[in-house]
């Protein structure tokens, strides 16, 4: 039966890399729908200390770049690291971007789900990875 869970894990992480791609692309898709709403943040952020546009890019840029290591990368040389970092973020943990995300004053739906999904991509990731490791020592205990 080992043979058959291998099959299965490695089915599962397949259908996961598949996902990820599809997510990143969707990404590309929601961004392009907030053009309004970063508009108006982008007024709003005149007379503020802290750049949640910024904020929101650095944290794009990141989570889109690991996501393309691991689509185009099937060597997984630097999955702990990329797994390593992407569990450091932790956006409720970012005193600024959590006062904009929760207020009741701002309200901007489009941007707010474009960040939700960029987490879950995050999330998707990280299990991803885990999978990864978890099937490659099944394979190595055959």
Request: glycine share 2%; proline share 2%; hydrophobic share 40%.
């Amino acid at each position: 039966m080992p043979n058959l869970d291998i099959s299965n894990k490695a089915d599962h992480t397949i259908t996961a890399k598949g996902y990820i791609e599809q997510i990143l692309n969707q990404l590309l898709i929601d961004y392009q729908a907030t053009q309004g709403e970063r508009a108006k943040i982008s007024r709003w952020e005149e007379n503020q200390d802290v750049s949640i546009l910024g904020i929101i890019e650095i944290l794009t840029d990141t989570i889109r770049g690991y996501a393309f290591q691991v689509i185009n990368d099937n060597s997984f040389e630097n999955a702990k690291k990329i797994s390593n970092e992407l569990q450091k973020i932790k956006l409720v943990e970012i005193p600024k971007f959590t006062e904009w995300y929760f207020s009741q004053d701002f309200d901007y739906p489009k941007m707010k789900h474009y960040v939700e999904t960029l987490n879950y991509l995050r999330l998707l990731i990280i299990e991803y990875i885990r999978d990864i490791k978890a099937l490659v020592e099944c394979v190595n205990e055959v």
